[in-house]
């Protein structure tokens, strides 16, 4: 089979021919002769990426589930019997696709269930972006899916025991396979609890190890894969969880024959040396369904005894694989539904905005959802950050994608009570993360990393870009020259009032920020975790989105333009500085 493989890391492409150990098959497909092959498919973090168009941008895309289709189907052609195929969560948010069926056609089955049925997944793991739908979602998913939903670290609160299985046996070829499914327990750090009510999630680690130490004693399967939705290293690291530990199982716990992970959107392959003197292959294949994760294990059946003796991998790009007719004609109902929903006309915009001024100074997109977000709740204080990097809404028309592109997730509108001080802490954060500490006129005003260019969710900032918070309703600059924690200073209200550190404050910002998200709140603000719901004093029923397109469609036209209420100083150093960068990261 001819493939393109994607290099970890790299953008870079390579054409190789990849040639699949012959399975022997005496009669049967339950009777081994030597060797058999098993190929196990991953995809992880489809984000809504269904159809191979971009309902958002209103343009065909490279990545989609109908492209997964085709290779599936090539798959399934030379190795009818040994091609397991799994999917690592996160596939319920990101293209109006999924928004349409689970906020909208709830009366309908899920085209996220009927799509992962069609292609015939073996079993799926649970993301966080998947219970960020809430339960009236997620639960109606699972019930009309056809292969089990796997979460070994989802505890229902009220037995104490898995609210998903744990994991599932899958036979191919007289070859048993585990399948260990586990999610980031960082989800409390991010969604408020009635999205998860009656859950609490459990370490990660120590809960690979107990499924994985059961699994080899009950089960006795010839091979162990761990399908994990939590990234490679890093994250939040709080005293009762780590977001991501991938790479921490794979070194520490031998007994996992390959680990498939996702969530950090993140391209990987890497071979992990275990404290047994062995490694373990990881492979993430990132998001958007543009790459799928391919394992190829050979299990020798010598005397009635079966032993893994190969093992390879790849990233596989299926970007030039063409879409299955099959599946677009069986979904073609629904490809129709959505582009009606999609073209509903919202309002009318007068000029161009885009995320790109976002990093810069007050911009005109940032402060249209600032400004809005006060509107909506009165609040005192908004802060808000880019969500998209680099996206642009163009003058004219507004019509419901584009307000999947002036807010990227579904949260809900929080306003919480916080003093100045805690407001200006939560700033220098903020900036502390997005800002260099510049010492002459030549550097750089961005805090950027090299070796973050291709991160999907960095974009070459040495941080991740959504948790870039700015303020409206305070005047205030930020001072280049200052070090990390001391660059803020807030002159006053932009309604001419003085800005109290002392006094109490009503800020309106959303809810993945509210329940800890970015930790600015917690780390930079001051704020005791356990106690930020006690300062939520407004959270909306529906979502952000929901209430933006709302004042949009009531006010009919609006002309965003930048607050110009905070500013980077020195602002001769910043301006030139800001050139450079802006030409640097957006080749401008």
Known sequence: MNKTV??????????????NAQTTVNGN???????????????????????????????????????????IKKARKESPEGVILLDNG???????????????????????????????????????????????????????????????????????????????????????TAVIGLITPAIPHWLNESLWSGLRFEKLYETAEYWLNHVMEKEKPDIVIGLFHSGWDGGIKTRDYTEDEAEKVARNLP??????????HTIRKEWVGNISGDSTLCLNPANNAMAVAELRITVENKGGKKTVCHIDGDIVDIRNEKPDAGFLETFSKQYEKITEFVNKPIGYITQDITTRDCFFGSSAFTDLIHNLQLKITEADISLCAPLSFDITVNRGELKMSDMFKLYKYENQICVLKMTGSEIRKHLEMSYGQWVNTMSSENDHIMLLDKKKTNDNQRFGFKNLTFNFDSAAGIDYEVDVTRPAGSRVTIKRMSNGRKFDEKKWYKVVTNSYRANGGGELLTNGAGIDKDSLKTRIIYESTGDQRFYLTKAISEMKVISPKPNNNWKFVPE???????????????KE
């Open 6 to 19: 994607l290099l970890a890391g790299s953008l870079l492409y390579i054409n190789i021919n990849a040639t």
């Open 255 to 264: 007994g996992f024959d390959a680990i498939l992970y996702g969530h950090d």
């Open 29 to 71: 497909n339950n009777n081994m002769n030597e060797s058999t092959e098993i190929r196990i498919i991953q995809t992880s973090d489809v984000h809504g990426c269904i159809f191979p168009y971009d309902f958002i941008e209103r343009k065909e895309t490279n990545g989609s589930l109908a492209r997964v289709a085709s290779y």
């Open 90 to 176: 996160d596939f319920l948010q990101g293209q109006p696709t999924c928004y349409f069926y689970n906020y909208m056609a709830t009366g309908e089955r899920n085209i996220a269930a009927d799509a992962i049925n069609y292609i015939g997944y073996d079993a799926v793991a649970m993301g966080n972006h998947d219970i960020e739908t809430g339960h009236a979602v997620y639960d109606k998913w699972i019930n009309e899916l056809g292969c089990p939903v796997l979460g070994a670290n989802i505890i229902e609160t009220a037995t104490g025991k898995p609210y998903l299985k744990p994991y599932t046996i899958i036979d191919r070829n007289g070859i048993r």
């Open 572 to 586: 001769t150093w910043a301006a030139k500085a800001i050139e450079r960068d802006r030409k640097l990261i957006f």
